[in-house]
């Protein structure tokens, strides 16, 4: 299991989710650019002293990612435009669960190539939760279905 954050803005965010992605022993796939420097101090702070214990993997593009991207697992991606419910979705150990930028999601290349693409259901008249809280979600149903959890 993986996590991919696709060209992030903002620091902290990625900063949360490398720790997230550290303390499940969920590995980080950072796919640049990113909207701030990697060394900024948000970023930094958010992630704590738990960055030294992440398995995070930067690429320099999209490209980059999905051409190293493992034929063997599936891109499942979070989006406000997708079409099953995280939890009716029965995830598997080698799929990498993507996020996209918090101002602009992903692009249309990025939708398609897509095995799937997951919504958290929200209330009526609600758009969005915030891309760290959404990924902790999700997250941590695909390791409870899979029995990944951390021991």
Do not use: K
């Not at 993997?57 to 990612?65: I, L, Y």
């Not at 034929?71 to 079409?83: E, I, N, Q, S, Y």
């Not at 995830?91 to 095995?115: I, K, W």
């Amino acid at each position: 299991m993986r996590l991919a954050l696709y060209e992030p803005d903002i620091p902290q965010n990625a900063g949360s989710l490398m720790r997230l992605g550290a303390c499940l022993g969920v590995g980080v796939d950072i796919i640049e650019p990113c909207g701030f420097l990697l060394s900024d101090r948000n970023f930094r702070r958010a992630g704590m002293d738990y960055l030294q214990h992440a398995d995070i993997r930067r690429h320099e593009s999209w490209t980059q990612f999905h051409d190293n991207f493992s034929p063997a697992g599936r891109l499942v991606l979070l989006t406000t435009a997708g079409t099953t419910a995280y939890t009716d979705f029965a995830f598997a150990a080698d799929d990498t669960v993507m996020v996209g930028r918090e101002s602009a999601g992903v692009p249309q290349e990025v939708h398609a190539l897509a095995d799937a693409r997951l919504v958290i259901p929200l209330l009526p008249g609600l758009r969005s939760l915030n891309v760290a809280q959404a990924a902790a979600m999700v997250l941590g149903e695909a390791l409870r279905q899979t029995g990944l959890f951390p021991a």
